[in-house]
C-alpha cells in the first residue's frame, strides 16, 4: 500500500469535500479549530482543465506547502485529460487523487461524470488506471448505487476489483440525493464485500455522521477504517476535536477571524470574491444573545473589514 493511506492513523477521520466549502482557507480554519487527519480538496473537472488550464477552475486546487496530507479531488470521463491533471496535481505537491464517482448534479452527469460512472463501469475503470498513470495513490468516493441501493454490490464489487487505494462510501444513491436517511444497514455487507475482494483497500464510510464522536461509535459498531464527515462541519467546526468541549461565542468568533484574515491573505496566492464567504458567518455566529441580530448585519456587509468592524462592535 502507498504511504499516502498507509501511514494515516486507524481508524481516521476526514473532512468530506464540499463545492465551494473546503478551499484552501476554510481548510485552515478548520484544521486551526480541530484538526481531521485527511482533507480533500473541492471537486475539479479534469476535461475542463486540459481544454482551458488554470482559468476554467478557479481556486480548487490553490493549497499551501503546509498543506499535508492532502488530496486532490477531481471529476470527468475522459481518461487522458484525467491522466494530464492528476500529473499537475502531483506538481503542486498533492499526497493523492480521488476520483468523484457520486456527484448527482445534472451537470456532471449529463457529461458522464460524477454518479454518471456507475452507469458506465468500465469507463470508471478506465478512470482510475489514468489516474494510477500519475503515480499517486488513487482513491474512489462514490454511491450506492445509481437508482436503488441495492445496486451496491455490483458496483462497489466492480471498484473493489480495481486495486484503489480507499473507497469512501457515501451510503445513498444518487436518485436519493441527500432526502432519505444514509443506508447505515447497509455498512456490515459492505464491509465483508471489501474483505472478500480487495482486503487491501481501505473503507471509509460517509453520510449523516455529525462529528468524530458519532463517527468512533459506527467504527466501534461496524470496524470501517475511515470516517468522513461533511455537513457537519456547518454545524460544529470542532467536529473533529477528540474530547467534545463546550466553546464559547469568543471561539467561535475567533475562528470567524481566522477565516477573514486567510481569505485576505490568500487572495494573494489567487483572486477571490467576497461575498462567497457569506454562506460561512451561520457556523460561527450562532447560539448566542444577539447571534440572529448580528448575523443580519454581517449580510449587508461588502469587506473582510466591514465584517471585521462589525463583530467588534
Ligand atoms: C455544499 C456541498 C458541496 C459538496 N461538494 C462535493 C464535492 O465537491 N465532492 C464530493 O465528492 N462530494 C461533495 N459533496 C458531498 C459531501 O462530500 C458528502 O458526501 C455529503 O454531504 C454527505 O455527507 P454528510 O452527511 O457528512 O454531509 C458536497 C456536499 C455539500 C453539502
Known sequence: MNSLWHDLPKPFFILAPMEAVTDVVFRHVVKHAAAPDLFFTEFTNATGWAAAGDKAIGTRLVKTDDEHPIVAQLWGAEPEAMTKLALHCKELGYDGIDINMGCPDASAVKSGGGAGMIRTPELASAMIAAAKASGLPVSVKTRLGYSTPSEWQEWLGHLFRQDIANLTIHLRTKKEMSKVDAHFELIDDIKQLRDEIA??????????????????????????????VGRGIFHNPFAFETKPNTHTKEDLLELLNLQLDLHDEYEKLAPRKFDPLKRFFKIYVREFDGAAELRDKLMHAKSTDEVRALIDA
Open 199 to 228: 482486503p487491501g483497500t481501505l473503507l471509509t464510510i460517509n453520510g449523516d455522521i455529525r462529528d468524530r464522536q458519532h463517527g468512533e461509535e459506527l467504527i466501534a459498531k461496524h470496524g470501517v477504517d475511515g470516517v468522513m
